[in-house]
């Protein structure tokens, strides 16, 4: 395929306005100029992912930057790598990014999930699950000793075990992404569900929060009053029951957080630099 007319010269790196202008030094995102190399070379190179359009997922290959995707309208240039820049705790790992990162996934992940750097290590994203799951298994762990007066030892291990879920879930949930996209034909390899479902799981906190209301107002005997009145009698089996349908709902802030991240990033498109677009 020939090589789409002025699609370089498309790329502007003047205007501050335009979506396409590199992001501030210190980020170590592409260039500018790397991202136009790798738009010539994906057009020029059928061998290479052809441009996707990050919104419905149609296929840019041959078209001009300045214009939009004949699908859904959204300006090509926006499905280019370059707006993907954040969060800064990729960059570098601060209790201020932690913290940013965090309340932008909680605040808004459409916005987060849209803007997440895809290449990169993983390793911040990993430290920030960990985080999570340490938060997690402590807070249980206060609130078992706490709101329970349970003892410390016992405590500490349902703490633990709680941070330990929290891990587990995590990556359960990131193969199910990797699964589910193979059969879809999405752009969500292993490497890249396991970074979305890592800035994810900070709705685990959420989720620890809701158990731990429910749990407060399961000992009150609010739900064995309830049962006694619009069911007639009271079950101990149903506590089981009740905690069944509790995780389940807890469960279901996290998994609305990592499938809004996959609906932003199914269609991605990675930045291919000077070295990797070699022959």
Same mark, same amino acid.
């Given at each position: *395929? @020939?090589?789409?007319?002025?699609?370089?010269?498309?790329?502007?790196? !003047? #205007?501050? @306005?335009? /979506?396409?202008?590199?992001?501030?030094?210190?980020? +170590?995102?592409?260039?500018?100029? #790397? !991202?136009?190399?790798?738009?010539?070379?994906?057009?020029?190179?059928? !061998?290479?992912?052809?441009?996707?359009?990050?919104?419905?997922?149609y296929?840019?290959?041959?078209?001009?930057?300045a214009e939009?995707?004949?699908?859904?309208?959204?300006?090509?240039? #926006?499905?280019? /790598?370059?707006?993907?820049?954040? /969060?800064?705790?990729?960059?570098r790992m601060?209790?201020?990014?932690?913290?940013?990162?965090?309340?932008?996934?909680?605040?808004g /992940?459409?916005? &987060?999930?849209?803007? *997440?750097?895809? #290449?990169?290590? $993983?390793?911040?994203?990993?430290?920030?699950?960990?985080?999570?799951?340490?938060?997690? =298994?402590?807070?249980?762990g206060?609130?078992t000793?706490?709101?329970?007066?349970?003892?410390?030892?016992?405590?500490?291990?349902?703490?633990m075990?709680?941070?330990k879920?929290v891990?587990? *879930?995590?990556?359960?949930?990131?193969?199910?992404?990797?699964?589910?996209s193979?059969?879809?034909?999405?752009?969500?390899?292993?490497?890249?569900?396991?970074?979305?479902?890592?800035?994810?799981s900070?709705?685990w906190i959420?989720?620890?929060?809701?158990?731990?209301?429910?749990?407060?107002?399961?000992?009150?005997?609010? &739900?064995?009053?309830?049962a006694?009145?619009?069911?007639g009698?009271? $079950?101990?089996?149903?506590?089981?029951?009740?905690?069944?349908?509790? &995780? =389940?709902?807890?469960? *279901?802030?996290?998994?609305?957080?990592?499938?809004?991240?996959?609906?932003?990033?199914? &269609?991605?498109?990675?930045?291919?630099?000077?070295? +990797?677009?070699?022959?």
């Amino acid at each position: *395929m @020939s090589k789409p007319r002025a699609l370089n010269s498309d790329i502007t790196t !003047a #205007d501050p @306005s335009n /979506p396409t202008t590199p992001p501030p030094p210190g980020t +170590d995102a592409p260039s500018a100029e #790397d !991202a136009a190399g790798w738009v010539a070379e994906e057009a020029e190179n059928p !061998a290479r992912p052809a441009l996707l359009c990050e919104s419905c997922g149609y296929g840019l290959r041959g078209l001009r930057l300045a214009e939009v995707c004949p699908e859904c309208g959204l300006p090509i240039s #926006d499905s280019l /790598p370059l707006h993907r820049t954040g /969060p800064a705790w990729q960059a570098r790992m601060t209790a201020g990014h932690w913290l940013e990162a965090a309340r932008g996934v909680l605040g808004g /992940p459409k916005r &987060f999930f849209r803007g *997440m750097r895809l #290449d990169g290590p $993983n390793l911040p994203a990993r430290f920030f699950l960990l985080s999570i799951a340490l938060i997690v =298994g402590v807070g249980w762990g206060v609130f078992t000793a706490v709101g329970h007066d349970k003892p410390i030892l016992l405590s500490w291990v349902v703490g633990m075990a709680a941070a330990k879920t929290v891990l587990i *879930m995590t990556y359960i949930e990131s193969l199910g992404v990797t699964f589910f996209s193979r059969r879809r034909g999405w752009r969500v390899p292993f490497r890249l569900a396991e970074r979305l479902t890592c800035y994810a799981s900070v709705g685990w906190i959420l989720a620890a929060v809701v158990l731990a209301v429910l749990s407060l107002v399961e000992t009150s005997g609010v &739900f064995e009053a309830w049962a006694r009145k619009f069911l007639g009698r009271w $079950n101990p089996e149903y506590r089981l029951l009740l905690g069944v349908v509790a &995780f =389940g709902a807890a469960v *279901m802030g996290f998994e609305l957080l990592v499938w809004t991240g996959v609906r932003q990033v199914r &269609f991605s498109n990675v930045a291919v630099t000077k070295v +990797d677009a070699r022959p």
